[in-house]
């Protein structure tokens, strides 16, 4: 089994900036890809962000390609999710997720976070 705990979400407002964090524990292999998505009220989750753990490969969506950045720390089994000129389309629960694989598709990824909530204004 693989935990992932979410924190960093909060209120901000449009351009500015905000770090997500997730610790992870459990089998590494079951982890080996981790990274983060998100759900937006009457949307799909949508993968947002996620890397290898070498952190060699990484996949963004369209929508946030040049504003996010994911990264992870393996000594401190954390992943970051560095986010920069936030729009209020950003604004949805985000979760941590993790597998064995890079997905395009959220709901391909075994284990999720309890989610924590970015609201952006206007």
């Known amino acids: 089994q693989v935990q992932l705990v979410e924190s960093g979400g909060g209120l901000v407002q449009a351009g500015d900036s905000l770090r997500l964090s997730c610790a992870a524990s459990g089998r590494p292999g079951d982890r080996s890809v981790i990274g983060w998505s998100r759900q937006a009220p009457g949307k799909e989750r949508e993968t947002v962000a996620v890397i290898s753990y070498s952190g060699g490969t990484t996949y963004y969506a369209e929508s946030v390609l040049g504003r996010f950045t994911v990264s992870r720390d393996n000594a401190k089994n954390t992943v970051y999710l560095e986010m920069t000129s936030l729009r209020p389309e950003d604004s949805a629960v985000y979760y941590c997720?993790?597998?064995?694989?890079?997905?395009?598709?959220?709901?391909?990824?075994?284990?999720w976070g309890q989610g924590t909530q970015v609201t952006v204004s206007a």
């Open positions: 997720v993790a597998g064995d694989g890079i997905y395009r598709t959220a709901s391909a990824y075994d284990y």
